[in-house]
């Protein structure tokens, strides 16, 4: 239930990777977010771009942790859930 209520927004990934990378998110980049209501996985990547990811992060009980290691790196499991 705890993990249900702390599951991390968009706005709060878009915090975090402003606080890990000092700069904001460009305009020509999408976040792709997949929620699985106890957490969420967030994947930056080009606007112009079907299958190009930066590093993946999975968003849970209020924390991410870094679960790719980006350069068009996208977990298989995920693509599952696409």
Same mark, same amino acid.
């Not at 249900?4 to 999408?30: H, V, W």
């Not at 079907?50 to 996208?74: A, N, P, R, T």
């Given at each position: 239930?705890?993990?249900?209520?702390?599951? !991390?927004?968009?706005? *709060? #990934?878009?915090?975090?990777?402003r606080?890990?990378?000092?700069? !904001?998110?460009? *305009?020509?980049?999408?976040?792709?977010?997949?929620?699985?209501? &106890?957490?969420?996985? #967030?994947?930056?990547? !080009?606007?112009?771009?079907? *299958?190009? #990811?930066?590093? &993946? =992060?999975?968003?849970?009980?209020g =924390?991410?942790?870094?679960?790719?290691?980006?350069?068009?790196? #996208? !977990?298989?499991?995920?693509?599952?859930?696409?």
């Amino acid at each position: 239930m705890a993990s249900l209520l702390t599951n !991390p927004t968009m706005k *709060d #990934y878009i915090a975090f990777d402003r606080q890990e990378t000092g700069i !904001p998110i460009p *305009d020509s980049i999408r976040i792709e977010r997949i929620n699985f209501f &106890v957490f969420s996985t #967030y994947a930056p990547a !080009p606007k112009n771009t079907k *299958d190009e #990811y930066g590093i &993946v =992060h999975l968003g849970f009980m209020g =924390h991410f942790f870094q679960i790719s290691e980006g350069q068009y790196d #996208y !977990p298989g499991w995920l693509r599952l859930y696409r």
